[in-house]
C-alpha cells in the first residue's frame, strides 16, 4: 500500500506530464523550438530570456504533435544553476513569459488552484482503489478467473458490469484537460461521497413541478411523461403520487422531476426558492437510489431491471463550466434520437456496428408569466433508454473507452491488455495490430458512414462511447450516447428525406448547421479521432513498444476503407473533400488549456495539429 504522500507525488507528475502535453500541443510553447537528443528521448527547451533553458531527462514525440514527459525537467541557466522543477505551480512561473500569449495573473492563479484540487481529488480515488481493486481481484480469483473482464461477464449482469467498468474507470479523464478531475467547489469529503472513481451511490429526490411551468421533448413513441414515468420506475411513481395526493394535490397537475441531493441543498433550496415559497416546486418526495457514471450527473437507478439513464444539472465547477442542462439539450437530445433511430433501421445499424442510447424525454423548468428561459439550465432532467443497450443476447460486454486505459487490478497494466491477451500471454506486435485493426474499423466505419451520409456528427470521445466486445476480446460494436450537444448538417440530413428541427436560443451555439460543415467534421475528427483512435494507438505503442507509426498507418488504411465504403452513396466532390480533411489536412481541436488561461472568455478557441495519418 502506497501512503498519501506517495500517491500525491504521483499525481503531482502526472498533472505535469498533461500540462506539457497541452503547452506543446497548443503551441502555447513553441514546439519547433524543442531540441530533442540524437536518441530522441531527450530535449531542450530555450527560454525566452536566453539565458536559461529546461532539460527534459525522458521525453518524447509522437504523431499529431504529442509531446509526452516521463521523466524530471530541469531549470538551466548559463551559469551552471540546475534545478529540478517537480510541481505544476514552479512550471507554469519559470514558463510563462515564454508563452505566446500573455495570460493574466488571474488565469494563471486560476489554473494553479485548478490543477492543485485535480491532483489532490486524482490522489484521493487513487487511494481509494488501493482498498477496491484488492476487492475486484480477490473476486476474479476466488471464481478461479484471471480475467477481469471473463469475472464481470460470468458473475454480473451486463448492465452492472457496464456501470461498474463505467465508474471503476474514472480516473484518467480528459487527455487534453490539464484540470481532468478539479472539483473547487467540493469538500474531499463530498467528491468522495459524489463521485464515481469511489464507487459513490447518490440519491436523487423525486420533486414535483407544476405542469404548467414545464418545456419538454419527447420521442414519438412516448405518449405522456406521467404514463412514460410511471412504466419505467413504478416504486417511485406510487411513493411520488401518495406524497402529493397527501396534501391534497392531483397529480395530473404536477410532473415528477428528480434533483441530485447535492444540487438540491447546494443550489436549488436558494436559488429557487421563490418557486418553492410560490408552489411552483414542492422539493420533498421519495429518493432514489443511482450510481453516478463517469459524466458525474449521468446516474443510474440501482434497481434490479434496466432503468434509463437520468442525466441532470449539477452546480459543480468541473473543467469549463457549471454543469447545467441547458434547453437545448432537453430538445435536442430526443429530437436527434428519433433520426438516429430511423437512420439506424434504415441502414441495418450500419452492418450492426452502431447502437445509441436514445434520449427519450426531457423535461425542464419554464416559468409560464415571465417566459424566461435561464433558470430551467439549473432545474431540468432527460432520460436515457439503457434497455437495448444492456438486455443483451449476443454476449457482448460494453466498456466505456476511457475504462480500456483504466490499470487492472493485480497486473497494474491497461485493461485493453485483458482483451488482446486472451490466452494470458504477452501479446506479439502481429496480434496487437490485429486488434487494434479491428477495433478502427468498429470505430471508423460508421462513424464516418452516417457522417458523409447524413451529416451527423457523432462525439465519440472517450466517455460517450462504449465498445462492444466479443467474448473473444475484438472489438464487434459502437454504443453511443449524449446528443443535447451534438451536430448535424442540415444539407446532407434533408438530402436523404429526414428533417432537424434545431432549438435555436440568444447566445447559444446552435447545434445544426446548414452554411460551413466545418464545425460538424471537426466535431468528429477532435472526438472520434484525436481523443479516441489516436489515443488508444498511443497507449497501445507504448504499452507493447511498438513502431513509433505503424498504428497509425493502420488506421489510415482502416478510414481509406471507411470512405470506400460509401463513395458510391456521396457526391464525388464531397467525398474528396471530406476525405483529404480526415487523412491529410491537420486535425482541428478545442484550445482547453488556453481557455483556461483566458477565463473561458472565449469558449470557441480551437487549433490544430499535424494529421497523424497523412501520407509521408
Given at each position: 500500500m502506497d501512503d498519501f504522500k506517495t500517491l500525491i507525488a504521483y499525481s503531482r507528475k502526472n498533472a505535469m506530464r498533461r500540462l506539457i502535453r497541452c503547452l506543446f500541443a497548443e503551441n502555447i510553447l513553441d514546439r519547433s523550438a524543442l531540441s530533442f537528443s540524437v536518441e530522441g528521448n531527450q530535449a531542450t527547451y530555450p527560454?525566452?530570456?536566453?539565458?536559461?533553458?529546461?532539460f527534459f531527462s525522458d521525453i518524447a514525440k509522437h504523431p499529431a504533435d504529442t509531446v509526452v514527459?516521463?521523466?524530471?525537467?530541469?531549470?538551466?541557466?548559463?551559469?551552471?544553476?540546475?534545478?529540478?522543477?517537480?510541481?505544476?505551480?514552479?512550471?507554469?512561473?519559470?514558463?510563462?513569459?515564454?508563452?505566446?500569449?500573455?495570460p493574466t495573473n488571474e488565469g494563471v492563479s486560476g489554473l494553479k488552484a485548478d490543477m492543485e484540487n485535480s491532483l489532490t481529488n486524482d490522489a484521493h480515488a487513487r487511494q481509494h482503489r488501493q482498498q477496491w481493486n484488492p476487492r475486484l481481484e480477490q473476486a476474479a480469483n476466488d471464481q478461479g478467473l484471471n480475467s477481469f473482464t471473463d469475472?464481470?461477464?460470468?458473475?454480473?449482469?451486463?448492465?452492472?458490469?457496464?456501470?461498474?467498468?463505467d465508474q471503476w474507470g474514472s480516473l484518467e479523464g480528459h487527455p487534453f484537460y490539464p484540470t481532468w478531475k478539479s472539483r473547487p467547489c467540493l469538500t474531499d469529503a463530498e467528491v468522495e461521497q459524489l463521485s464515481p472513481e469511489f464507487n459513490a451511490q447518490v440519491p436523487l429526490r423525486i420533486a414535483s413541478l407544476r405542469a404548467e411551468h414545464s418545456k419538454s421533448e419527447s420521442m414519438p413513441h412516448v405518449t405522456g411523461y406521467h404514463e412514460w414515468f410511471a412504466s419505467n420506475f413504478a416504486a417511485q411513481w406510487e411513493q411520488w403520487k401518495a406524497?402529493?395526493?397527501?396534501?391534497?394535490l392531483d397529480e395530473t397537475q404536477w410532473l415528477p422531476l428528480p434533483i441530485h441531493?447535492?444540487?438540491?441543498?447546494?443550489?436549488?433550496?436558494?436559488?429557487?426558492?421563490?418557486?418553492?415559497?410560490?408552489?411552483?416546486?414542492?422539493?420533498?418526495?421519495?429518493?432514489?437510489?443511482?450510481?453516478?457514471?463517469?459524466?458525474?450527473?449521468t446516474m443510474m437507478p440501482v434497481l434490479d431491471e434496466c432503468a434509463p439513464l437520468i442525466k441532470l444539472p449539477i452546480a459543480v465547477?468541473?473543467?469549463?463550466?457549471?454543469?447545467?442542462?441547458?434547453?437545448?439539450?432537453?430538445?435536442?437530445?430526443?429530437?436527434?434520437s428519433t433520426v438516429i433511430t430511423r437512420i439506424l433501421e434504415a441502414e441495418n445499424g450500419f452492418d450492426k456496428r452502431l447502437e445509441i442510447f436514445p434520449e427519450e424525454i426531457g423535461v425542464r423548468y419554464k416559468n409560464a408569466i415571465t417566459q424566461d428561459d435561464n433558470p430551467g439550465r439549473h432545474l431540468s432532467v432527460v432520460y436515457r433508454n439503457s434497455q437495448q443497450a444492456f438486455e443483451r443476447s449476443d454476449n457482448c460486454l460494453p466498456i466505456t473507452v476511457a475504462s480500456l486505459f483504466t490499470r487492472l487490478p493485480g497486473s497494474g497494466r491497461p485493461l485493453f491488455t485483458d482483451l488482446i491477451e486472451r490466452d494470458g500471454a504477452r501479446a506479439n506486435a502481429d496480434?496487437?495490430?490485429?486488434?487494434?485493426?479491428?477495433?478502427?474499423?468498429?470505430?471508423?466505419?460508421?462513424?464516418?458512414?452516417?457522417?458523409?451520409?447524413?451529416?451527423?456528427?457523432?462525439?465519440a470521445h472517450q466517455q460517450n462511447t462504449m465498445v462492444l466486445f466479443s467474448p473473444d476480446g475484438n472489438a464487434r460494436s459502437l454504443l453511443i450516447r449524449d446528443f443535447g450537444d451534438g451536430r448535424t448538417y442540415a444539407p446532407l440530413l434533408e438530402a436523404r428525406g429526414y428533417t432537424l428541427q434545431p432549438h435555436v436560443q440568444p447566445g447559444i451555439l446552435p447545434t445544426v448547421f446548414s452554411g460551413d460543415i466545418e464545425p460538424v467534421r471537426m466535431f468528429v475528427l477532435d472526438a472520434a479521432f484525436l481523443t479516441h483512435l489516436h489515443e488508444m494507438a498511443l497507449w497501445l505503442t507504448k504499452e507493447y513498444g511498438l513502431n513509433n507509426t505503424r498504428l497509425w498507418e493502420v488506421l489510415r488504411e482502416e478510414?481509406?476503407?471507411?470512405?470506400?465504403?460509401?463513395?458510391?452513396?456521396?457526391?464525388?466532390?464531397?467525398?474528396?473533400?471530406e476525405r483529404l480533411a480526415f487523412v491529410e489536412d491537420p486535425w482541428p481541436t478545442r484550445s482547453l488549456l488556453r481557455m483556461h488561461l483566458m477565463q473561458y472568455s472565449n469558449y470557441r478557441l480551437q487549433h490544430t495539429l499535424t494529421n497523424p495519418l497523412a501520407s509521408v
Open positions: 527560454l525566452k530570456d536566453a539565458r536559461t533553458h529546461l514527459n516521463d521523466g524530471d525537467v530541469v531549470l538551466l541557466t548559463d551559469k551552471g544553476v540546475r534545478r529540478v522543477i517537480t510541481c505544476h505551480q514552479d512550471m507554469l512561473d519559470v514558463l510563462r513569459d515564454s508563452f505566446d500569449f500573455e469475472y464481470l461477464r460470468q458473475h454480473a449482469t451486463t448492465k452492472d458490469a457496464a456501470i461498474l467498468l406524497s402529493l395526493n397527501s396534501k391534497g441531493v447535492w444540487h438540491l441543498q447546494a443550489y436549488v433550496l436558494k436559488t429557487f426558492a421563490a418557486e418553492i415559497e410560490k408552489g411552483i416546486l414542492i422539493i420533498d418526495g421519495p429518493n432514489i437510489q443511482t450510481l453516478p457514471t463517469m459524466s458525474y450527473r465547477w468541473m473543467t469549463s463550466e457549471l454543469r447545467s442542462l441547458q434547453a437545448k439539450s432537453i430538445h435536442m437530445g430526443p429530437r436527434i496480434q496487437v495490430e490485429g486488434w487494434f485493426r479491428e477495433y478502427a474499423k468498429v470505430v471508423t466505419h460508421p462513424v464516418v458512414a452516417i457522417y458523409l451520409m447524413y451529416g451527423i456528427g457523432l462525439e478510414t481509406d476503407l471507411a470512405f470506400a465504403a460509401v463513395r458510391d452513396r456521396v457526391s464525388p466532390d464531397l467525398w474528396e473533400i
